[in-house]
């Protein structure tokens, strides 16, 4: 099985979950958990890196984007509509949002909106949305306009939900 793992990612941290997952996956097929004779190869790379032609290779394909404005960065969308949409691929998609998991409810809501429009238009057997890391505090309007408590910690990622995540795939 051939699989590839391929973020877009502003700050570093969806990349650094992308290679995470790819950690877990690679562990995986050198435990003997996939289950293919052939054994497992799984790349990791920015959306930017990846050619069209290539995408044809890949058995199944893993997608990463950070949210900004409650969006998935446009040139994740375009990669999407572009290269992914109707090509019948098995595909996976993982969002990350700093502020999802104790945002105030219509910023969650807009977020799972867009995961599930992003989801369906990918054609995607799964999404999930994990916390983000920001680099430094909010300032106090932007921690009210979102609900944000202001001891948030700054990395919001949970590396277990993640594992788990990685692992069901």
């Known amino acids: 099985m051939k699989m590839l793992i391929a973020y877009i990612s502003k700050t570093g941290t969806t990349e650094e979950i992308a290679r995470k997952i790819g950690e877990i996956l690679k562990e995986r097929a050198r435990a003997g958990d996939v289950r293919d004779p052939d054994g497992a190869h799984i ?28 969006k998935v960065l446009p040139e994740f ?50 999404v999930v949305i994990f916390g983000g890391r920001i680099a430094k505090a909010l300032p106090g309007f932007a921690r009210l306009i979102f609900g944000l408590p202001a001891d948030l910690p700054l990395d919001q990622r949970d590396w277990a939900k993640i594992e788990s995540w990685a692992n069901g795939l």
Do not use: H, T
């Open 77 to 126: 969308k375009a990669f999407v509509e572009e290269k992914i949409a109707g090509s019948g691929k098995r595909v996976d998609l993982f969002i990350v949002s700093y502020m999802f998991g104790r945002g105030r409810k219509m910023w969650r809501n807009a977020i799972s909106k867009e995961a599930e429009r992003i989801r369906a238009l990918a054609g995607a057997s799964s």
């Open 43 to 70: 790349d990791v790379l920015p959306i930017a890196d990846v050619q069209s032609a290539l995408l044809k290779d890949y058995d199944r394909i893993i997608l990463g984007s950070p949210v900004n404005g409650m």
